[in-house]
């Protein structure tokens, strides 16, 4: 483990829970947003495309959850595992600052920053 004080990791886990539980939510929410569009109803071709839109817009939110949620859980393993807070990339210690900020950080800064350079 890092040097992560117990508690630290307690309140690390208790952050991911919630996130957890957000996530799902969000899930179910944006799933009832993402059914397809009748297009036998009659409604104006400006109101179709609205709700093709909204379609659109909660099939892309639901995508983004599912990936944040696969996250969530690893982190929740790497906790159970022992491998939590440290980077997955060149496995030095993640930063509690930014574990606070993003319990789920799989990478520490350097190897994020350096990920989303070659994105």
Do not use: W
């Not at 040097?3 to 990791?9: N, V």
């Not at 807070?85 to 800064?109: K, N, S, T």
């Amino acid at each position: 483990m890092p040097d992560l004080t117990p508690q630290q990791i307690k309140e690390l886990q208790n952050l991911l829970l919630v996130r957890r539980t957000e996530l799902e939510e969000l899930m179910i929410n944006a799933e009832a947003g993402s059914k397809p569009v009748s297009l036998d109803q009659p409604i104006g071709r400006l109101s179709r495309m609205d709700a093709l839109q909204q379609q659109s817009m909660s099939q892309a939110s639901q995508r983004v959850a599912a990936q944040r949620l696969e996250q969530v859980k690893a982190a929740l393993h790497r906790i159970n595992s022992g491998g939590y807070g440290f980077c997955v990339g060149c496995e030095d210690e993640i930063e509690f600052a930014r574990l606070q900020a993003q319990p789920e950080a799989p990478f520490c800064i350097d190897c994020q920053g350096e990920r989303e350079k070659r994105s």
